[in-house]
């Protein structure tokens, strides 16, 4: 009998940051000097960047109304109950900016410089999602997919990084990716999560009513979540 299929790692994955990007961020697309640090920043970074991603391909084997078992591993979540009806095939994943850059950044002493460094962290992140997107789309034939990760609504707290990363096997020797006591994950640039083939578009943030939040992807849809999220009494 055949053993779990493995994790699979990419670690090539490109990444090149335009300074001019970089100062737009940062808005600081008229200011001549401080785009010329920007251009050694980004020079510096390129030489060390190293983002990476690990996934892999699971099955769902069992749901109840709030539990969803994948690959022997239960997974508890009405929202991942819900949005895996009709799926069979799931792919835990983390991506990070990668350890070189955070030790890296480490090493800058100045504030300023500090703050510029994670804007590059946070590229190099991004980066590394999007290219797991697409490899994962190509790789399995999936025409439309979405992602829920732990943490992003009180249904799937973080402390559902565990089975997430048992899943995915030694994470940290893989792609240098260290989860926390308090499941917090270093080098902090990095998102773990679970993605999915879907016919509908979703986004956590569309059953999430904090309003202040700076990463909101998508409006909060009351609606949404009383005609599909909802427990039935």
């Given at each position: 009998m055949a053993g779990p299929v493995k994790a699979t790692v990419l670690d090539d994955i490109p990444f090149e940051v335009d300074p001019g990007q970089l100062a737009r961020r940062m808005g600081a697309s008229d200011n001549p000097d401080l785009r010329a640090g920007l251009e050694g920043l980004v020079e510096d970074a390129g030489r060390v960047a190293r983002p990476r991603a690990i996934y892999r391909a699971c099955f769902v084997e069992s749901?109840?109304?709030d539990e969803t078992v994948i690959d022997g591993v239960a997974?508890?979540?009405r929202v991942l109950t819900v949005n895996f009806e009709n799926v069979h095939r799931v792919f835990p994943f983390v991506v990070t900016c990668g350890r070189e850059l955070q030790e890296w950044s480490d090493s800058l002493t100045d504030p300023l410089l500090r703050f510029q460094a994670d804007e590059v962290k946070e590229l190099a992140l991004y980066a590394a999602h999007e290219y797991l997107g697409r490899h994962l789309d190509q790789t399995f034939g999936l025409a439309k997919s979405s992602h829920m990760n732990p943490g992003s609504l009180p249904d799937?707290?973080?402390p559902?990084?565990?089975p997430?990363?048992?899943l995915l096997g030694d994470v940290e020797a893989a792609i240098g990716v260290?989860?926390?006591?308090?499941c917090l994950m270093l080098?902090?640039?990095?998102v773990s999560g679970i993605r999915f083939p879907t016919e509908t578009t979703f986004e956590s943030c569309q059953l999430c009513p904090r309003e202040t939040c700076p990463n909101r992807r998508a409006a909060w849809d009351q609606d949404l979540f009383?005609?599909?999220y909802q427990k039935k009494a």
């Open positions: 749901r109840t109304d997974f508890r979540s799937w707290p973080l559902q990084q565990y997430l990363f048992f260290k989860l926390t006591e308090s080098p902090a640039k990095s009383d005609a599909r």
